[in-house]
């Protein structure tokens, strides 16, 4: 096959580069090199790329899924995932919001559910940085929208990093709303050092936090410490949470609503 370096060549060649390492979970730098017909450099900056949109980690000797795609989803599998659930979540959530506030809406999908809702409890004002929430409320009535910027990352449909973390210190907001990838113990993961630090600034910016949580995020594990329950004033869980993780959660004198989903 012919070496294909061009501009028109290398997002194709990048996304199934991307395809692949998701199917398979690790591949090889060189046999991505023989695949396609290009150098060695030209599969390692293609998976710079790929690893700076968050689709995949570069590791030694090629390239794996983990732990940004296979553990986390990307942003239409997350979608997928548990949606009524999340929409039974979403309305509980909704019940605490009182016309005026500011509110802070993370990159879960989990919480797009909530913003689906936002405008029956205008007027609010909503500061997010997951772009189907900006693409949502843009110009719906009631909703003043504050738009976070940074590096924006495809494979999170949201701007992440330093940038965004800075960018959320010149807000306040009465509530955060978020999700987590994983909570393990007492304390909430996520698979993305960029996704910590924009949550970690969220939560110091926010009078009250509430984390709204599925089943199954119970059974996970994450590889970032984000925060431990604890710093919440609220959870919000569906009523498959196992009673004895009810319990552990409890005791800690956190504040838990359970949603039915029956």
């Known amino acids: 096959m012919a070496t294909t ?21 690790f591949v090889r730098t060189a046999d991505l090199a023989a695949e396609h017909g290009v150098s060695i450099m030209t599969v390692h900056r293609d998976l710079d790329v790929l690893q700076a949109q968050g689709w995949l980690r570069k590791v030694r ?18 979608m997928a995932a548990m ?9 509980a959530a909704l019940q605490t919001i009182s016309p005026g506030q ?9 919480c797009l559910a909530l913003a689906q809702r936002l405008a029956e409890r205008g007027p609010l004002t909503v500061i997010t940085n997951f772009l189907p929430v900006i693409k949502l409320l843009a110009g719906e009535p009631g909703i ?21 973390a800075e960018s959320v210190n010149s807000f306040g907001a009465d509530v955060l709303f978020m999700s987590t990838t994983a909570v393990t113990g007492t304390t909430c993961y996520h698979q993305s050092q960029e996704t910590v630090q924009v949550k970690r600034a969220l939560m ?4 009250r936090r509430v ?3 599925d089943h199954t995020k119970f059974t996970r594990r994450g590889v970032y410490a984000l925060a431990p329950l604890t710093d919440f004033d609220l959870i919000l869980v569906d009523d498959a949470v196992p009673p004895a993780t009810l ?11 359970v949603v039915r989903t029956g």
């Open 61 to 78: 000797g090629g390239a794996s899924s983990l732990p940004s795609l296979l553990f986390h989803g990307d942003i239409s599998e997350r």
């Open 247 to 257: 319990r552990r959660i409890r005791d800690l004198g956190i504040p838990v609503t």
């Open 144 to 164: 003043t929208l504050l738009a976070l910027g940074g590096t924006y990352y495809p494979a999170y449909d949201a701007f992440l990093g330093p940038h965004t």
């Open 5 to 25: 370096q061009d501009g028109d060549a290398r997002p194709g060649r990048q996304q199934r580069i991307r395809e692949r390492v998701a199917a398979e979970g």
């Open 102 to 110: 500011t509110v802070m809406i993370d990159e879960s999908t989990t």
């Open 83 to 91: 949606h009524a659930t999340k929409n039974r979540l979403a309305r």
């Open 211 to 213: 984390l709204l949580v």
């Open 204 to 207: 110091e910016r926010a009078g």
